[in-house]
């Protein structure tokens, strides 16, 4: 398919979303029209971020990707993620060693090997900003060789208005979304991947009291009666996947 064929069918498709599950359908079909096989919308990472997986909001990458990534600490040492907070336009990257030259990013080798043994060695990603000032990377991930430059141009469009239709979506899905803090809805995020209160205060670094009491307000916000249902109307309602 040409470019123009292309970027014409798939902005037809983001501009005709008019769900949260359609415009995420839309966003899937952009690794295989670029040569990549996973994609991914994620908040950017603060500096006191340590994991990834808190900070997905879609994605198709392989839950054993992100364990392993996240099990061994892998963001504190990925040389991307510092560079995407001051760029405007889409980064993209490779790990493979025969092309560092021309991009020296400088990957440990802890990183290079979860990266390829993942099927990822290379990546584009792109920092953009929400209507509530929140910043988020659209990225996608996999095995070809660096984007051209017209084709960083047609991805960065494809980026720009698949967050805005998906940003639009989002602000007016149902409101219980914006019945739940920051922190309540973290720490739902890390219930929903069955950890105990206990775990989840250890990687929060609060104590279990106040992790309780975070949930417990979530619960009540929800009109739900336990953790149980809490977790199955927050998916319900796309608050979490």
């Keep these: 398919m040409i470019t123009l064929d292309r970027h014409c069918q798939l902005s037809r498709e983001i501009s005709?979303?008019?769900?949260?599950?359609?415009?995420?359908?839309?966003m899937k079909k952009l690794p295989a029209q670029f040569g990549f096989r996973y994609y991914a919308l994620m908040r950017a990472p603060a500096a006191a971020d340590t994991c990834i997986e808190p900070l997905?909001?879609?994605?198709?990458?392989?839950?054993?990707?992100?364990r392993e990534?996240?099990?061994?600490?892998?963001?504190?040492?990925?040389?991307?993620?510092?560079?995407?907070?001051?760029?405007?336009?889409?980064?993209?990257?490779?790990?493979?060693?025969?092309i560092e030259e021309c991009w020296p990013l400088q990957f440990t080798d802890e990183l290079r090997h979860v990266l390829t043994s993942h099927?990822?060695?290379?990546?584009?990603?792109?920092?953009?900003?929400?209507?509530?000032?929140s910043t988020y990377l659209m990225r996608l991930d996999g095995e070809r060789p660096l984007l051209t430059l017209p084709e960083l141009n047609e991805l960065g469009m494809l980026f720009v208005q698949a967050f805005r239709t998906f940003d639009r979506l989002r602000a007016t899905e149902v409101?219980?979304?914006?019945?739940?803090?920051?922190?309540?809805?973290?720490?739902?995020?890390?219930?929903?991947?069955?950890?105990?209160?206990?775990?989840?205060?250890?990687?929060?670094?609060?104590?279990?009291?106040?992790?309780?009491?975070?949930?417990?307000?979530?619960?009540?916000?929800?009109?739900?009666?336990?953790?149980?249902?809490?977790?199955?109307?927050?998916?319900?309602?796309r608050l979490i996947s």
């Design 175 to 237: 409101l219980e979304r914006n019945f739940l803090t920051a922190r309540e809805m973290e720490v739902l995020r890390w219930t929903s991947q069955g950890k105990t209160s206990s775990e989840i205060a250890n990687i929060l670094s609060l104590s279990d009291h106040t992790v309780n009491a975070y949930l417990n307000k979530a619960i009540k916000k929800l009109d739900c009666v336990n953790r149980t249902q809490l977790v199955a109307k927050a998916i319900r309602l």
């Design 56 to 66: 997905m909001v879609e994605t198709n990458l392989t839950r054993s990707y992100i």
């Design 16 to 26: 005709e979303a008019d769900t949260r599950a359609s415009i995420v359908a839309a």
């Design 69 to 98: 990534f996240d099990s061994k600490k892998l963001l504190a040492v990925c040389p991307v993620a510092p560079l995407l907070a001051n760029m405007a336009l889409p980064l993209c990257w490779t790990c493979t060693e025969n």
């Design 119 to 133: 099927g990822v060695s290379t990546g584009v990603a792109m920092p953009l900003v929400s209507s509530d000032s």
